[in-house]
């Protein structure tokens, strides 16, 4: 059975969750606990040097980290429904889309860097929080310009199919909210989230369902 090593609120292993619901896989979940530190344990530094979640172990054996990389690899592997197009194009303007959000926004707004913020630098609360929306913002400015612009009509980031775009865009999404971002300037990004979490793959995917959720 593929293990997933996660958190239920990393927005990482979320995507990996979406894309494992996409393509209709079972997997078993192993959580790893952020916030008592369980990813920095030698045990789990065993398996994903980095200490960080997701960590991915297929049935056959093959261990992956990195989510954007676990997605392309089941998608690879797996390649019905696609994640990405079938033309060069949009193959490249879904991963621009979905790295815009795992590779601009997450990594300046993830669990080490806030604790890093009111650690380390003895940031206050209401510091961290404007240093949270202020790259929220910076970003989802500039995806709801290239949604808007390129989009079209369709119900998701590209097209009338959720894509790797998608399972990025929901995850950060779903952080905006629990940090209370405004996001009313942005009416693209929520209709396609909202389309989105109503697909069941999407639904499941969610932290609320997910067993170390409590």
């Given at each position: 059975m593929t293990t997933l090593y996660g958190y239920f609120r990393s927005s990482a292993a979320y995507r990996v969750r979406i894309v494992l619901n996409?393509?209709?896989?079972?997997?078993?979940?192993?959580?790893?606990?952020?916030?008592?530190?369980?990813?920095?344990?030698?045990?789990?530094?065993?398996?994903?040097?980095?200490?960080?979640?997701?960590?991915?172990?297929?049935?056959?054996?093959?261990?992956?980290?990195?989510?954007?990389?676990?997605?392309?690899?089941?998608?690879?592997?797996?390649?019905?429904p696609p994640l990405l197009p079938a033309d060069p194009a949009g193959r490249a303007r879904v991963r621009a889309l979905a790295q815009l959000v795992a590779c601009e926004i997450h990594p300046l707004d993830n669990l080490r860097v806030l604790k890093y913020l009111t650690g380390e630098l003895g940031v206050d609360e209401a510091t961290k929080m404007t240093w949270y929306r202020h790259w929220v913002h910076e970003g989802f400015a500039a995806l709801e310009a290239m949604l808007s612009r390129e989009a079209g009509s369709g119900d998701f980031c590209h097209g009338d199919a959720p894509t790797l775009a998608d399972a990025c865009l929901v995850p950060q999404v779903f952080n905006a909210e629990r940090f209370e971002c405004d996001l009313d300037a942005y009416p693209r990004i929520r209709r396609i989230a909202a389309n989105a979490r109503a697909l069941d793959a999407f639904r499941r995917a969610a932290p609320s369902e997910q067993p170390d959720a409590g």
């Open positions: 996409l393509k209709g896989l079972d997997y078993d979940q192993a959580p790893v606990n952020l916030v008592r530190g369980e990813q920095r344990d030698d045990a789990y530094r065993a398996r994903n040097p980095q200490g960080l979640v997701p960590s991915l172990v297929t049935d056959d054996g093959v261990s992956l980290t990195q989510s954007l990389a676990i997605c392309e690899y089941l998608d690879e592997r797996h390649p019905e």
